[in-house]
Every structure is written in structure tokens, then in C-alpha cells.
């Protein structure tokens, strides 16, 4: 990683991942949204939910909450489903980036792979991780020179000294 942790390049893949992982209850808009269609049908909607809910197993491992069967059950589902979302290279006189071979909610899942791809070719996948914050759990980008932050925000750390502190107080 260089320097600058999270140079335009980095920061603008990861976001398309952890807006993709923070949808949420908000993955229908979120999808039609980026799909740039009006309609998403109900058969896009369950495979986006398999889609993030492997992809949040992998960035619950770079948090370190994530257990082994567990991402080699995630990697083996985003192994198969690969085929079906084909990235293109896009080279240009600035490098080469994957992009998708289809458009609209195809390609979206196409675009969140490409993401996971390129970030990882500029070494930026494991800081993308979920928050330790019990209840939280929120994707974030890891922004820290040593790749140790915890916490999406400096609220959830402050929650989870607080219990800590609190706890260590009933027992004292």
C-alpha cells in the first residue's frame, strides 16, 4: 500500500464494497440505483443478498470475527458465481482496471466483483472490514497506516471502551 493509504483510486472501489455491504434493509434501491433500471425483480434481490452476505463473511475474516468453515463455505460461493458475472480488462495509458462484461443488476454484481478485484490488486482488500462494535457491524475502509483500526467510527470505539469500562467497574 502506498503512502497514502487511500489514494482517489482505492477509496472510490472500496466504497462501491461498502456501499454494496451496507445496504442493508436498502438493497433493492441501492441496486436500482447503481443498475441505473426502475425494476429489480425478486431473483436479483436474493442473489445480491448471497452475494453480500459471502462478501461480509470475508471482511468479517479481515476483522478477525470469522471463522474458518465459514469463509471457505463464502470463497467456495464466490468462486462458482464468478462465471456468471465476466469482468473485461479496460486498458488505458494509466493501467488496467476489470470492469463488467454485462450491464444492469448483472452488471452491478459484476462491478461489486471488479471492485473486490482491483482493490485487491492494489492491496487494499483485507482494510476493508466490518466494525467489532456489538450491534454495529457496519463495512468500513480501514484507514489506518498499520491496517489495526477496529471500529468504523470513533463512536462505536468510544461505545465499546465505555462497556468495557463499565464492566470492569462492576466487577472491581
Known amino acids: 500500500m502506498p503512502e497514502d493509504v487511500c489514494t482517489p483510486a482505492v477509496c472510490t472501489t472500496s466504497d462501491l464494497i461498502v456501499g454494496f455491504a451496507n445496504s442493508g434493509a436498502e438493497l433493492t434501491a441501492w441496486l436500482t440505483r447503481y443498475a441505473g433500471e426502475p425494476t429489480v425483480d425478486e431473483v436479483d434481490v436474493v442473489a445480491a443478498r448471497d452475494l453480500r452476505a459471502a462478501l461480509l463473511t470475508l471482511l468479517r475474516a479481515h476483522s478477525d470475527c470469522a471463522?474458518?468453515?465459514e469463509v471457505a463455505s463464502a470463497q467456495g460461493y464466490l468462486e462458482r458465481i464468478a462465471a456468471r458475472y465476466p469482468l473485461v480488462p479496460r486498458i488505458s495509458a494509466e493501467g488496467c482496471t476489470l470492469v463488467p462484461a454485462q450491464t444492469g443488476v448483472l452488471g452491478v454484481f459484476g462491478a461489486v466483483l471488479a471492485a473486490v478485484t482491483n482493490l485487491a490488486y492494489q492491496g487494499g482488500w483485507p482494510r476493508v472490514k466490518v466494525c467489532k462494535n456489538i450491534?454495529?457491524?457496519?463495512?468500513?475502509?480501514?484507514?489506518?497506516?498499520?491496517?489495526?483500526?477496529?471500529?468504523?467510527?470513533?463512536?462505536c470505539s468510544s461505545q465499546v471502551s465505555m462497556r468495557a469500562y463499565r464492566s470492569r467497574q462492576r466487577s472491581a
Open 67 to 69: 471463522g474458518e468453515d
Open 135 to 155: 450491534g454495529c457491524h457496519e463495512a468500513f475502509f480501514d484507514k489506518t497506516r498499520n491496517c489495526s483500526g477496529l471500529y468504523c467510527s470513533p463512536a
